[in-house]
């Protein structure tokens, strides 16, 4: 079956630390990836895309990785602050497809 | 800097009401998506909508759902016969083409009792 995992439980770090959160796929062929950043209560807001061909990205404190061999991505926030609490989900297209499929999200928690 | 709008903000209905959800997408975006989230649930696609017609629909959009884009900038979502399980935030959705980011709305919070 097809999966988007994320992981579950809550990551808490401490400010000033790099957080890294991870996201696995089965059974999809993605053409790009995405990671959004959601607050409660309100919608998901684009932060990064990463295409198949890419291995890196970044964009100020942040940076995606995309490994189609080991079907995974990893987002990292470096010098990470208390504003940066939030959940962060993946989104991937399946190739050919009109939609982009979200992963569980990952809530994170920067400690001041 | 533009913005998907979504109106109202919070619906409450009876279950069996017919209830209309209100997305105004960015002004030059072609492709429309509605997303729903149950509470504590993950971000779930209902629909994706370009060229006035439906390009893709996942199998919550049964025949109680529908879309429609009336005119040059409302894309709405119906849902004929409300049942319980509908009540989700859900989410209006724009992309320029299909294969960049998605700027989403604020959501519109639905309870059904």
């Known amino acids: 079956s097809q999966k988007i995992e994320q992981n579950s439980e809550a990551l808490n770090i401490q400010e000033g630390k790099t957080a890294t959160l991870t996201c696995n796929y089965t059974?999809?062929?993605?053409?790009?990836l995405q990671w959004y950043r959601q607050d409660p209560g309100r919608g998901p807001v684009f932060l990064l895309l990463?295409?198949?061909?890419?291995k890196e990205k970044r964009k100020e404190r942040l940076k995606v990785t995309f490994d189609t061999t080991l079907k995974q991505s990893l987002f990292h926030i470096t010098a990470s602050q208390p504003a940066d609490s939030a959940t962060y989900l993946c989104?991937?297209?399946?190739?050919?497809?009109?939609?982009?499929?979200f992963g569980t999200g990952t809530r994170l928690k920067v400690l001041a | 800097e533009p913005e998907v709008t979504q109106t109202p903000s919070h619906q409450v209905t009876q279950m069996g009401q017919e209830v209309i959800l209100r997305c105004v997408p960015i002004?030059?975006?072609?492709?429309f998506y509605w997303y729903r989230q149950i509470l504590g649930q993950k971000v779930e696609f209902l629909v994706s909508?370009?060229?006035?017609?439906?390009?893709?629909k996942s199998e919550i959009f049964d025949d109680q759902f529908s879309v429609e884009r009336p005119d040059g900038s409302n894309f709405t979502l119906k849902i004929r016969s409300t049942k319980l399980e509908d009540s989700a935030m859900y989410f209006c959705?724009?992309?320029?083409?299909?294969?960049?980011?998605?700027?989403f709305g604020q959501g519109t919070r639905l309870t059904v009792v």
């Open positions: 989104a991937l297209d399946n190739r050919g497809t009109y939609k982009y499929i």
């Open positions: 909508f370009y060229n006035n017609e439906i390009s893709e």
């Open positions: 990463i295409r198949e061909n890419e």
């Open positions: 059974n999809y062929s993605p053409a790009y």
């Open positions: 002004s030059n975006h072609l492709y």
């Open positions: 959705a724009s992309s320029v083409p299909r294969n960049t980011e998605a700027f």
